[in-house]
């Protein structure tokens, strides 16, 4: 079987949207796939040792609420951490994994995680917050592996 | 006598978990050897399907009882 490749260009740092690229990464490295992200912008977040990702039901009508809250509401202090609690136990709940389990699971399959160097100087990160064993480098980089994949995803 | 050489129990966990942890649990078997696994995922049934169509490796049943599914699976 010849090896396919999947390139994934991983743009947002909230807890939901931190699930599609690790599962699909460590997914298709059960399946055979060679697999690389792509981490720009506020994906970045996705790289840190320490997560602190959390979700937002602001400007979000479509997430499930356990029950109506008016939207003003939703902007108040202390509904973010509060709503991210909710989903973490509700994962947890349904055996979804957690991020962390499915980044560590990405890493023992070998995914390639690049970090975008520009938006590294950008946003001042310290690459020391980040988890050891990723690559740094630019759209050049990206399209290195990104032009010989059988499917490329941004999310 | 049981028909098959490691067992994998995967019932709670959610997708891609159970793929993930049958992918692990074949990576220490031998060819030919042949993996139980019990999910209670409802994904899991189509799932397991692709990843042996995928993988190569053959699924040689699948069934579900009370509430569980079960899969035999070949290491190719």
């Known amino acids: ?68 809250v008016p939207v003003l509401l939703q902007a108040l202090p202390g509904m973010q951490s509060m709503m991210t609690m909710m989903m973490k136990q509700k994962m947890k709940s349904k055996g979804v994994a957690s991020v962390e389990e499915l980044r560590e699971l990405c890493v023992e399959a070998e995914v390639r995680l690049v970090a975008c160097q520009m ?30 994949s059988d499917i490329c995803l941004y999310i | 006598m049981a028909d098959f050489d490691r067992e994998l129990d995967a019932s709670g966990l959610n997708c891609p978990l159970p793929i993930l942890r049958a992918k692990k649990t074949l990576a220490d078997m031998e060819s030919g050897q042949v993996l139980h696994i019990i999910a ?25 009882e009370g509430g569980k599914f079960t899969f035999m699976m070949k290491k190719s």
């Open chain 1, 1 to 68: 079987m010849t090896e396919k490749k999947l390139a994934i260009i991983a743009t947002k740092g909230t807890l939901d949207w931190a699930y599609p690229p690790f599962i699909l990464a460590s997914t298709a490295s059960a399946l055979g796939y060679d697999t690389e992200i792509f981490f720009t912008f506020y994906g970045l977040q996705l790289l840190k040792k320490d997560l602190t990702l959390q979700v937002s039901p602001l400007g979000n009508p479509g997430m499930p609420m356990p029950m109506p």
């Open chain 1, 119 to 148: 938006t590294v100087d950008l946003f001042e990160f310290d690459t020391k917050d980040f988890i050891d064993g990723i690559e740094y480098g630019g759209a050049a980089t990206f399209f290195e592996f990104a032009g010989q």
């Open chain 2, 40 to 64: 209670t995922d409802p994904g899991s049934v189509k799932d397991f399907e692709a990843f042996a169509k995928q993988t190569g490796n053959e699924l040689m049943s699948s069934g579900e």
